[in-house]
């Protein structure tokens, strides 16, 4: 029975950093990972960024929907076949928080002031 509440504490807590990366965890991590080279593909770390970035824009697309729903201004307004981001991009936006606030400042919304920059919406 201990063990039972044991694992389903530390799945709530693994669910709940999920939620929220710091900027500076994450272009640390990438850092890293970009040393690494070819070898980068067998990290851990690889999947944990690239699930970082997934769930991060599943959330972006959610509060976009949810607020073009409720009749508000949507954050962002990207185009209607969808975007693709590369790797190059996302790293642009992590690197586009200034260090002093990267610690701060979680992925999601360093993610969602560069799709504002990159893709306002039209008055």
Known sequence: MTLK???????????????A???QTFVSKATALKSKGPLALFSGDL?????????DFAQLRSER???????R?????PPEGGVKLSDTDVMNAMQAI??????????????RLYMARRFPCRA
């Open 47 to 55: 999947k944990l960024l690239t699930g970082q970035v997934k769930s």
């Open 21 to 23: 990366m710091p900027v």
């Open 5 to 19: 509440l044991l694992a389903a504490v530390v799945a709530l807590s693994v669910s709940a950093a999920a939620g």
């Open 65 to 71: 929907l949810a607020a073009k729903a409720a009749g």
């Open 98 to 111: 200034p260090p002093a606030d990267r610690a701060r400042t979680d992925t999601r919304d360093a993610l």
């Open 73 to 77: 201004p949507p954050a962002f307004c």
